[in-house]
Nanobody, 118 residues
Framework: VQLQASGGGLVQAGGSLRLSCAAS????????MNWFRQAPGKEREFVAR????????SYADSVKGRFTLSRDNAKNTVFLQINSLKSEDTAVYYC????????????WGKGTLVTVSS
């Protein structure tokens, strides 16, 4: 199983990025997909989650209204659109797959770095 996150980069505050997480080696439509992030010197934190069907999406309070999570099961990919970036969004962003039955995060990607300059 591989989760390949991409799309990170250096962007000015107020800008936008679109992160992608491409999955392989698993039945993608059986998995809820999550994004987490870890800022320098801080704990990893939850960002957003989309259920296997895309029917339910949830966000951390800190990103509501600015981040939009979506998925394309035909392409085995999830997308995290990030708008109105703030310096506090600077972090390594990780995608993680959680089987719809439950049991926690089964697989993690290696992360993509987002750096927001003020």
């Amino acid at each position: 199983v591989q989760l390949q996150a991409s799309g990170g980069g250096l962007v000015q505050a107020g800008g936008s990025l679109r992160l992608s997480c491409a999955a392989s080696g698993l039945t993608f439509s059986n998995y809820n997909m999550n994004w987490f992030r870890q800022a320098p010197g801080k704990e990893r934190e939850f960002v957003a989650r989309i259920t296997w069907s895309g029917g339910t999406i949830s966000y951390a309070d800190s990103v509501k209204g600015r981040f939009t999570l979506s998925r394309d099961n035909a392409k085995n990919t999830v997308f995290l659109q990030i708008n109105s970036l703030k310096s506090e969004d600077t972090a390594v962003y990780y995608c993680a797959a959680e089987h719809w039955i439950g049991g926690g995060m089964a697989y993690w990607g290696k992360g993509t770095l987002v750096t927001v300059s003020s």
